[in-house]
């Protein structure tokens, strides 16, 4: 029994889906050769390289059982998939703008006779619907922000992360209509009868996940000042201590810790006694 996992081809969130695979174990066996489908380094799990706007559709028909895509793409395909992991990155918003010298500063200030542009049709007349809006809806598949400076719509919806490309062609953002990040995805009854391998690559993944930002700390401390580093130490799910076989009594102390916590808290180790401290990079908390 094989797996597929569908990932961006190409765009700001191909690269950063490769890597969380390559973190979970499951790299591609010859990277530098990459096909539309390509084998990774468990024989039974395969990756597929795809436009990010196929993806939801591709697992929701069963061409992937697993998926790396939007969540404003899923929406819009209106696709039944599971959604198993947020992946913590891509963040998004799908926003309704308009020209900063337009007299639309609020959707009050929309009329019925107005249109909108956008590569987000499904959505767009979700939220118009919603707000009992009526408008004409022209579909376009890019440089949606020239749209109302050359007489094809009033208004659009479009993708930003800061708002600067907007602000860049003078529009200013009216609403927000959907906000949106990267998702692990799956076919469900890929999800069913691949049960066991497709919960294999989500724990991996969020193994990965969990040990973002995370470091493992390694120190000696001798056995009279074991009390004062156990007051300046926190943990994730509390100490490792072992006996270090030495001609004074010393215990190996080591635990998880976020990344920010590590310049402080080193000093704050010394100061308590500790030596010979490690700080080590963790690839993943299972």
Known sequence: M?????????????????????KAGLGLVDKNNRKLISKTFNEDIEVMFA??????????????????TGVDLINENEADVSELLDLKFGQTKLVLAA????????IEDIKEDMKVATEFPVLTKKYLDEKGLNLKIVKLSGST???????VADLITDLTSTGTTLKMN??????????????????????????????????????????????LIMMNVKDKDL??????????????????????KTVAVQAVIDEKQVFELVN??????????????IERII
């Open 2 to 22: 094989k797996i597929k996992i569908a990932i961006p081809s190409k765009g700001r969130i191909s690269e950063p889906s490769m890597n969380i695979l390559e």
């Open 51 to 68: 436009r990010a706007s196929d993806i939801p559709e591709f697992v929701n028909d069963g061409v992937a059982d697993m998926g790396i």
């Open 99 to 106: 020209p900063e010298e337009s007299n639309i500063n609020s």
């Open 145 to 151: 922000e020239a749209a109302p400076f050359i007489g």
């Open 170 to 215: 003078h529009l200013e953002i009216i609403d927000t209509i959907l906000e949106s990040t990267i998702k692990l995805i799956a076919n469900k009854d890929s999800l069913k009868n691949k049960k066991e391998l497709i919960e294999s690559v989500s724990t991996s993944i969020k193994g990965v996940l969990d040990a973002d930002r995370k470091k």
């Open 227 to 248: 009390d004062k580093v156990k007051e300046v130490m926190p943990s994730m799910g509390g100490l490792t201590i072992s006996e270090v076989l030495s001609n004074e």
């Open 268 to 281: 704050d180790l010394r100061n308590a006694g500790a030596k010979d401290i490690l700080v080590v990079p």
